[in-house]
């Protein structure tokens, strides 16, 4: 354990005794004294240490965890909420002291404490005890574990009727309020990532991305203790994917504390990409009802490994980035699906929002303000289009809303040459072809069912994945209405790479299966021509075949 310790400087008197110059003996003789490792708190009744010396931002904590202390000191945004008040003039602003000090938020305090009670410059910034509690009875016990201050990483409770915000003990103490009835923390909780799915969560092979605390272990090494890290049973068995999955308290060298980037288009490293792609190729074995895709967005967005490649299909990245993994859009994924904007609710009341609710066009009300509920169009009224708007490379709504609509009507259109599912889903939940469906799978399902491992007496090679079996994957992944796990963005992920792959797709079909009548609307025609024939997609036809409808 490290301890700082603090001498006082040597007296002139001091020298002298010690210098045996003076014949009697004074209390100036002691030359130091070591500090103690930890102050009176301020507050004393509450227990809160706050700063061990306030100029200097070393909080007492700091004296034995000097790691953590290092890395809030450096990295972290918390040790500069009381210079970040004072910037905006608010630093008398006793309203603001308590989420910008030491206090009795985010932690288990029962009543107001530190500077609620006592306006000392020790309480300054948010230090470790905001949300670990009170330190004095660890300091004075530290081996002792029944004192030792943990916080919680839950920030919902569930009273019975439902979860909702705990502005008691979490970081929805601070985050979980704002200057409006929104905030960060009321925003997550309507999110999708504030849901709680136990079978996936239980699931040793999904729980890395679909429970917060196996998230926090994948990023960190679960190297910090809280409440709920070793909580196996009882009804918060399974933590959501809150606050600390995504964001470090202690601080990291990334914008907004987050456990990693999201500026960079790599699969493992960024944050967002590294659960959002998973399963996004088939297996060998993959085949008609099989399950497609699970979270594909990662690898659609940057234009590579997402869904099963055509032969003579290649999509050359570098020269292909045009879209929304593009330098306009440094943020990637966060570019679209976190973005805050002020508007009026129907009350008049004017609303901030954070982003946390993670949708990129949102559907609002006739202020401007989010709905209750997400379902509307995609008019230029109906939605907030200021995420697409923001990097300028969409004039206005009514261009990004224009652009929306013709992408999804372009995908749709590539979609049903390929599939067209008539008769709803098949076993397991997911579509399957059948001879009802229309589009070449049906047609080649009505002519060689032998391309598909799942229909009676097909005696294919297991491990080899058929041409038509791949468009199936494809069509599951990209099509917005075939599979529960589509990518969900109807072509707005890369347009250029939804239409590159669908047309390969599609071109692959045509030139594997002679017997197939091949679509020859000149329209459809020019949307393939049109997707192979950009910069950097390739596709080598093996056949030359000439239509024949």
């Not at 999904?206 to 196996?232: P, W």
């Not at 989010?370 to 907030?384: A, K």
């Not at 399957?432 to 070449?440: E, F, N």
């Not at 393939?528 to 596709?539: C, E, H, K, N």
Request: hydrophobic residues 35%; contains cysteine; negative net charge.
């Amino acid at each position: 354990m490290s301890v700082v310790r603090r001498r006082f400087p040597l007296s002139l008197l001091g020298l002298v005794a010690a210098l045996g110059l003076l014949g009697a003996c004074t209390d100036e003789e002691i030359v130091y004294r070591d500090r103690e490792p930890f102050n009176p708190p301020p507050d004393e009744a509450s227990g809160f240490l706050g700063y061990y010396t306030a100029d200097e931002q070393l909080t007492t904590c700091g004296n034995c965890h000097v790691g953590t202390h290092a890395q809030w000191r450096d990295e972290s945004g918390h040790s500069g909420a009381w210079e970040a008040l004072a910037a905006i003039g608010q630093d008398g602003n006793t309203a603001c002291f308590a989420c910008h000090g030491v206090s009795e938020y985010g932690n288990a305090a029962s009543a107001a404490a530190g500077i609620s009670v006592v306006n000392d410059p020790a309480y300054h910034d948010v230090q470790c005890e905001n949300c670990h509690g009170q330190g004095f009875d660890h300091v004075q016990l530290p081996d002792d574990q029944s004192t030792w201050p943990i916080p919680r990483a839950d920030v919902t409770v569930d009273p019975g009727t439902g979860r909702v915000l705990d502005t008691d003990a979490s970081c929805a103490a601070c985050h979980g309020s704002s200057h409006g009835p929104r905030s960060l923390a009321g925003d997550w909780l309507l999110s999708g990532h504030a849901a709680i799915n136990a079978s996936p969560a239980s699931n040793p092979s999904c729980r890395g991305c679909h429970e917060g605390k196996a998230i926090m272990l994948r990023f960190s090494g679960q190297t910090s203790n809280y409440v709920e890290r070793d909580s196996l049973t009882g009804q918060y068995q399974y933590l959501s994917i809150t606050c600390t999955s995504c964001h470090d308290p202690h601080g990291s060298p990334y914008p907004k504390m987050l456990r990693a980037p999201i500026d960079v288009a790599d699969l493992q490293t960024n944050l967002c990409m590294s659960c959002h792609n998973r399963g996004t190729e088939p297996a060998a074995s993959f085949s008609n009802g099989d399950r497609g895709a699970h979270a594909s967005q990662g690898p659609i967005l940057i234009g590579t490994g997402a869904g099963y490649t055509p032969a003579g299909f290649a999509f050359d990245t570098v020269q292909a980035y045009g879209t929304h993994a593009s330098g306009a859009n440094p943020r990637l994924c966060a570019g679209c699906h976190v973005n805050s904007f002020e508007a009026v609710d129907d009350d008049g009341v004017e609303v901030e929002y954070s982003g946390h609710e993670f949708l990129p066009i949102p559907c609002v009300d006739a202020g401007g303000a989010i709905s209750d509920v997400q379902d509307c169009g995609y008019g230029v009224t109906e939605r907030s289009w200021a995420a697409c708007t923001a990097a300028g490379c969409h004039g206005d709504a009514t261009v990004a809303s224009t652009a929306f609509t013709n992408q999804r009507l372009t995908v749709q259109n590539l979609v049903d040459i390929i599939w067209v599912n008539n008769d709803g889903v098949g076993p397991g939940g997911r579509p399957i072809v059948s001879a009802g469906d229309g589009g070449y799978l049906a047609d080649i399902l009505a002519t060689d069912p032998t391309q598909f491992r799942k229909e009676a007496g097909t005696d294919i090679d297991p491990y080899v994945l058929t041409p038509a079996e791949g468009a199936i994957f494809n069509a599951q992944m990209l099509a917005e209405d075939l599979y529960d796990h589509q990518d969900g963005s109807k072509g707005i992920h890369n347009p250029f790479y939804y239409e590159a792959l669908l047309a390969a797709t599609i071109a692959e079909l045509e030139d594997t299966y002679p017997f197939l009548a091949v679509r020859t609307d000149p329209a459809i025609r020019q949307l393939i021509d049109r997707a192979l024939s950009r910069p950097g997609v390739t596709y080598v036809r093996r056949s030359g075949r000439v239509a024949t409808r």
